[in-house]
Nanobody, 131 residues
Framework: VQLVESGGGLVQAGGSLRLSCTAS??????????VAWFRQAPGKEREGVCG????????YCADFVKGRFTIGEDGGTNAVYLQMNNVKPEDSAIYYC???????????????????????WGQGTQVTVSS
């Protein structure tokens, strides 16, 4: 099982970026799972950005990106994306995707974005937003 993030780079404030988390060794559509994007900026703690459980309809995003970022599955490429719109300099960080297998119900925002529940992590992709 491997997760590989891509799509990071340098973008101007107000611009858009789409990150992808491509899986190998399993198929997102075939296995129940929870998946989330996290980020970590230098000198700061890792924080959850957006996530969801494949067993539920709801998707969750942290307040600091709500209305700007969305998460979804791209079945054609066996990837989960993070669409980042209207980015801000404070969005600069290394972005990681993570997955945990199984049926996950009722976790809500806090549970879905709790890093400790995830067992598989990618290596991360750097996002830098210039002002």
């Amino acid at each position: 099982v491997q997760l590989v993030e891509s799509g990071g780079g340098l973008v101007q404030a107000g611009g858009s970026l789409r990150l992808s988390c491509t899986a190998s060794g399993f198929t997102f559509a075939a296995l129940p799972h929870a998946v989330a994007w996290f980020r970590q900026a230098p000198g700061k703690e890792r924080e959850g950005v957006c996530g969801y459980s494949s067993s539920e309809a709801d998707k969750y995003c942290a307040d600091f990106v709500k209305g700007r970022f969305t998460i979804g599955e791209d079945g054609g490429t066996n990837a989960v994306y993070l669409q980042m719109n209207n980015v801000k300099p404070e969005d600069s960080a290394i972005y990681y995707c993570a997955v945990v297998f199984g049926v996950h119900l009722g976790a809500g925002l806090q549970g879905t974005l709790r890093a400790a529940r995830y067992t598989r992590w990618g290596q991360g992709t750097q996002v830098t937003v210039s002002s």
